[in-house]
């Protein structure tokens, strides 16, 4: 018990305890599962007793899991308190908030962000970063992002999370004309990715598993949404959208609909409830998520 506990560990037992899942705290991580489980495994190593039991009906703390958990939580969260204290001290005249944006994020959100953030009671400057998921969830950990808006595939334990968008999700590709497609008929047709990073494949591939319909996929990955289109258009496959990400209102595209009801994927705004500027960036989020 000499050795020093690991951060990372620590983290990972906590996200679990609250998810009640291991995949689902290696998602919220980005991390792959085996890598999660393996840094739960050392930390039961160093504490000498097993902290989860899994069975079929889920993850449970262990007896004395639920003795040593809520020291856990504790200690993560003075972790993430000392680091927002010192940036709070460190920056005590910074006038920006950094936020980092999925690129399935419209330009008009931002628009509205650059809006909100002068008009909050200090106003303050925006910094934009656009980058893919994990680094957008690991730069709001580490603290160099404010507040990320991203969709919502992936849970962000003891994070605050407030939806602000939703969107019509639409399939891409000319087979069916201008017809609706039924989400249990789409698994007939092969469908082209992107890589996961944004969001979208993530989105994609849980919406089927969730309803139980085979996803069959291209065998390559298309690097953008412009080529997504384009190669729907060439009769690769088929390809899932944000109705508001069309290049163009005429590309050939038709709703996604379960079971009479349409697809839509919801965005979100994530910020860290121990962050020195968590007052504006509620009022931030809450103006995001205010209709236009």
Not at 241 to 251: A, E, F, H, I, K
Request: glycine share 8%; hydrophobic share 40%.
């Amino acid at each position: 018990m000499a050795e020093r506990l690991n951060v990372e560990g620590l983290r990972y037992a906590q996200a679990v305890a609250e998810t009640r899942s291991f995949s689902a705290a290696a998602r919220a991580y980005g991390v792959t599962q085996p890598a999660l489980s393996n840094g739960i495994a050392k930390l039961e190593q160093r504490l000498g007793e097993k902290l989860f039991d899994r069975s079929p009906r889920g993850v449970t703390p262990t007896l004395f899991g639920t003795r040593v958990l809520p020291f856990i939580e504790r200690a993560v969260a003075a972790l993430d308190a000392v680091a927002a204290e010192a940036r709070r001290l460190t920056e005590p005249g910074d006038q920006k908030i950094r936020m980092g944006v999925s690129p399935l994020i419209g330009p008009q959100w931002v628009a509205r962000a650059f809006t909100a953030v002068r008009e909050l009671p200090t106003p303050r400057d925006l910094v934009l970063r656009e980058a893919n998921m994990r680094d957008l969830r690991d730069g709001l950990r580490s603290g160099q992002l404010d507040i990320i808006l991203i969709p919502a595939v992936t849970t962000m334990p003891r994070f605050e999370h407030r939806v602000i968008d939703v969107d019509p999700v639409v399939v891409v590709g000319s087979a069916g004309g201008d017809a609706s497609l039924e989400l249990a008929d789409a698994g007939e047709q092969q469908f082209i990715l992107v890589p996961d990073a944004c969001g979208l494949t993530t989105f994609t591939t849980q919406l089927f598993h969730a309803n139980e319909v085979p996803l069959r996929t291209y065998p390559g990955e298309a690097a953008s949404y412009r080529v997504l289109e384009e190669w729907a258009g060439l009769g690769l496959g088929s390809a899932m959208l944000p109705q508001s990400r069309l290049t163009s209102p005429t590309v050939p595209h038709r709703p996604l609909l379960n079971e009479g009801r349409e697809v839509q994927i919801s965005f979100e705004a994530v910020w860290n409830p121990e962050s020195a500027l968590r007052t504006d960036l509620t009022l931030l989020a809450q103006a995001l998520g205010r209709p236009s």
